[in-house]
């Protein structure tokens, strides 16, 4: 069984910055892509951030190129994202994601989800 706890979210001003954490029990953290994803108000989940196993490989949403870096620690079981110059629109809950397979990350279809954190970007 894997568990996916995030710690980080907060409220946090509009130019302000945030780094969330995703720690992960159970022993498939190491082959596991990893992603974050987000869900507004009204609006469906999408992915914001993934990275591969050995973090060579990272891709963003487009709203948040420039502004988000993903990173991990396989050493400590963590996956984090770096949230700068956040906006309003960035106002979410965040979840944390894994999965074996890269392609199930990236197409929202992963095996294991946390239970999510809020980010409120006050303007």
């Known amino acids: 069984q894997v568990q996916l706890v995030e710690s980080g979210g907060g409220l946090v001003q509009a130019g302000g910055s945030l780094r969330l954490s995703c720690a992960a029990s159970?022993?498939?953290?190491?082959?596991?892509?990893m992603g974050w994803y987000r869900q507004a108000p009204g609006k469906q989940r999408e992915l914001v951030a993934a990275i591969t196993p050995g973090g060579g490989t990272t891709n963003y949403a487009d709203s948040v190129k420039g502004r988000f870096t993903i990173s991990r620690d396989n050493a400590k079981n963590t996956v984090y994202l770096q949230m700068d110059t956040l906006r309003p629109e960035d106002t979410a809950v965040y979840y944390c994601?894994?999965?074996?397979?890269?392609?199930?990350?990236?197409?929202?279809?992963?095996?294991?989800w946390g239970q999510g954190t809020q980010v409120t970007v006050s303007s």
């Open positions: 994601a894994a999965d074996p397979h890269y392609i199930r990350v990236v197409t929202a279809k992963p095996t294991y």
């Open positions: 159970g022993n498939i953290f190491r082959i596991s892509t």
